[in-house]
């Protein structure tokens, strides 16, 4: 099985000498080639160069059963990658934000049964099928928009059981989807009701009774906590992240999207592999994440959908740092996977050049799931999760049209899953 796109107009991140994440300035320089084709084997980036230098018949004589694909006028880009999601949820919480129009303050909302506590109170009702079914349907979504590999949390159950029912449900979607999924254990997400008073009981039980059950079954990738004010303490991070650290489980947290909470300082302390949401983060905070193997995570999404200050994403580039930006895809603050609504915020809200939006939507988001060995960019051995645009003119054309989707063809581990006549 194989596949050669040919006559594209603009291959884009096509690294000859592949990186694990980009930062700073060079996250302003993007190798695109022009008039190019790219060649597939298996699941795998095979070749790739100029169609002046296209040895075509070579190419098919060597391999049997190679489809052809044309996208003059049209771009190939790495899929996205989304390292940020709680796309595993019983409901959506639309209500809740109108009422947040209507002038309700956050505890109001919770006080009538909304927030983290009202997907949390669903989800003790839910089947693992009705979850299952729900989540894929999202999965689907999220693919036709370009996204290849995404990560998905726990932390709505915060009961044993409904936390391993969430995480039992991501392992089901990683074994059905075609996408690259990553599952994130996220007990700590908020203090369940009955254990209102008694936050530090709470700890003890997500890292005494659930951690140790999660990481028997193999359920987490990761360990996350929503270290803010309001929510879990530096002190509760650190004890998490020590716990997760026995077994092998690096941590990826919700940081300063409330205030300067100390949550970027726990993280890059305990070398958590990122640290997300960062509306709170001064010169201190860049600092720190400057002598750090941390991914600094932006989630424009959230901040966008809750009205919040945008975390400053230009002054951590301009001050060498590496940003990545994902969807935070959930009912309560983001509910929408679309990375390319991301790619565009990131451009427009954030100020980002194009070509540093790409970076923080692919490569780097694939560092901070780690897998940036195998995807986030267009690299020979790499994984073949790309994507044919439709017609656009140019690169900057992707984060301007914001709005539409301008993906037509979904290629993930070297098979077309979706096909747009147009
Ligand atoms: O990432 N900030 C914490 N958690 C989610 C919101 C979850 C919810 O409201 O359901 C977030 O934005
Ligand atoms: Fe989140």
């Known amino acids: 099985?194989?596949?050669?796109?040919?006559?594209?107009?603009?291959?884009?991140?096509?690294?000859?000498?592949?990186?694990?994440?980009?930062?700073?300035?060079?996250m302003a320089d993007l190798p695109c080639v022009d008039d190019a084709w790219l060649f597939i084997t298996e699941d795998k980036i095979a070749d790739f160069g100029k169609m002046k230098n296209l040895d075509k018949?070579?190419?098919?004589?060597?391999?049997?059963?190679?489809?052809?694909?044309?996208?003059?006028?049209?771009?190939v880009f790495p899929s996205f990658v989304d390292s940020h999601t709680h796309l595993v949820y019983p409901a959506s919480r639309e209500i809740e934000y109108v009422d947040k129009i209507k002038?309700?303050?956050?505890?109001?909302?919770?006080?009538?049964?909304?927030g983290i506590l009202n997907t949390a109170r669903r989800m003790q009702e839910i089947s693992e099928d009705e979850l299952f079914e729900s989540a894929l349907q999202r999965l689907d979504e999220i693919t036709a928009y370009g996204t290849g590999a995404v990560e998905i949390k726990s932390g709505y159950g915060l009961t044993t059981e409904s936390e391993l029912k969430m995480l039992r449900v991501i392992r089901r979607l990683k074994e059905t989807s075609p996408l690259t999924i990553r599952a994130t254990f996220l007990g700590a997400h908020a203090v369940p009701l009955e254990y209102k008073g008694r936050q530090t009981a709470y700890v003890d039980k997500v890292i005494n009774e659930?951690?140790?059950?999660?990481?028997?079954?193999?359920?987490?990738?990761?360990?996350?906590?929503f270290c803010d004010k309001g929510f879990f303490t530096t002190e509760d991070t650190a004890r998490i992240l020590e716990a997760a650290q026995k077994y092998g489980l690096r941590g990826k947290i919700h940081a300063n999207e409330l205030d300067y909470s100390g949550g970027i300082q726990t993280g890059v302390k305990y070398n958590a592999l990122s640290v997300d949401h960062l509306e709170y983060t001064g010169d201190e905070e860049i600092a720190v994440l400057k002598n750090s193997e941390?991914?600094?995570?932006?989630?424009?999404?959230?901040a966008f959908f809750l009205g919040m200050v945008y975390a400053p994403a230009r002054k951590m580039i301009d001050a060498g740092l590496p940003v990545a930006m994902a969807s935070d895809f959930n009912p309560g603050s983001a509910p929408s996977g679309n990375m390319q609504f991301i790619l565009s915020m990131a451009s427009i809200a954030y100020r980002l050049l194009p070509e540093e939006a790409i970076y923080a939507t692919t490569l780097n988001t694939a560092y901070a799931m780690g897998?940036?060995?195998?995807?986030?960019?267009?690299?020979?051995g790499k994984t073949a999760n790309v994507f044919i645009t439709k017609k656009i003119p140019t690169v900057e054309f992707m984060p301007y049209a914001f709005g539409s989707n301008k993906v037509e063809t979904v290629i993930l581990n070297g098979k077309i899953i979706k096909q747009e006549i147009c």
């Open 1 to 26: 099985m194989a596949l050669l796109i040919e006559n594209i107009q603009k291959l884009v991140l096509a690294e000859e000498n592949p990186r694990l994440l980009v930062k700073g300035h060079e």
């Open 210 to 225: 659930m951690l140790p059950q999660i990481a028997e079954e193999k359920l987490a990738d990761f360990v996350d906590v």
């Open 57 to 75: 018949t070579a190419l098919l004589s060597k391999t049997k059963e190679v489809t052809v694909l044309n996208a003059a006028g049209k771009m």
């Open 371 to 380: 897998i940036s060995d195998r995807l986030g960019s267009i690299a020979r």
């Open 294 to 302: 941390t991914m600094p995570t932006v989630l424009p999404g959230a």
């Open 103 to 114: 002038g309700l303050s956050y505890e109001e909302i919770a006080r009538r049964g909304g």
